[in-house]
């Protein structure tokens, strides 16, 4: 099939063919008028690609899929892909496990930010940020004003 008509069929434009062709992802060859012809493994190619894109994987890890596939045994490309995926899962619940870690910073510098009093005063925007203690936004009635006997600092 023509590259319109393979496009039309993955959903994935003409564009992003041509680049998975220069990046050795999809083969077509070319006919006498230079036009690129697939033959129906590409569709089946095109969605592998998606799925692997779906589990992050990068071009060029997909590129080196690909050939295994083409050329091993299932045996052979379970015991390369399994490893590839436990890593990958890994990485995933690290990133998740740092998101969670963000996510209760964020709601505890919301917490924060929210009980800050108005003042027309300037802040300093640490003080809501930086603190742990719910009164974080410190007001002239908080400060503690030095007595005649310590003098100032």
Do not use: W
Not at 35 to 57: P, T, V
Not at 64 to 87: A, D, F, Y
Not at 118 to 146: F, V, W, Y
Request: hydrophobic residues 35%; negative net charge; aromatic residues 4%.
């Amino acid at each position: 099939m023509r590259i319109s008509e393979l496009a039309a069929a993955s959903g994935v434009p003409a564009t992003t063919l041509r680049y998975y062709e220069s990046v050795g992802l999809v083969t077509a060859k070319r006919g006498t008028n230079g036009y690129r012809d697939y033959d129906d493994d590409a569709l089946g190619q095109l969605s592998f690609i998606e799925a692997a894109k779906q589990l992050d994987m990068s071009l060029p890890e997909i590129v080196e899929l690909l050939t295994l596939i083409g050329g091993e045994s299932c045996t052979q490309v379970r015991e390369v892909l399994h490893p590839k995926l436990r890593q990958r899962l890994l990485e995933v619940d690290k990133r998740l496990a740092n998101l969670h870690l963000l996510r209760d910073r964020l709601d505890a510098a919301v917490t924060r930010v929210g009980v800050c009093p108005d003042s027309g005063r300037s802040c300093r925007s640490e003080c809501a940020l930086l603190g742990t203690r719910q009164d974080t936004c410190i007001t002239a009635e908080t400060i503690p004003q030095p007595t005649e006997n310590e003098g100032t600092r």
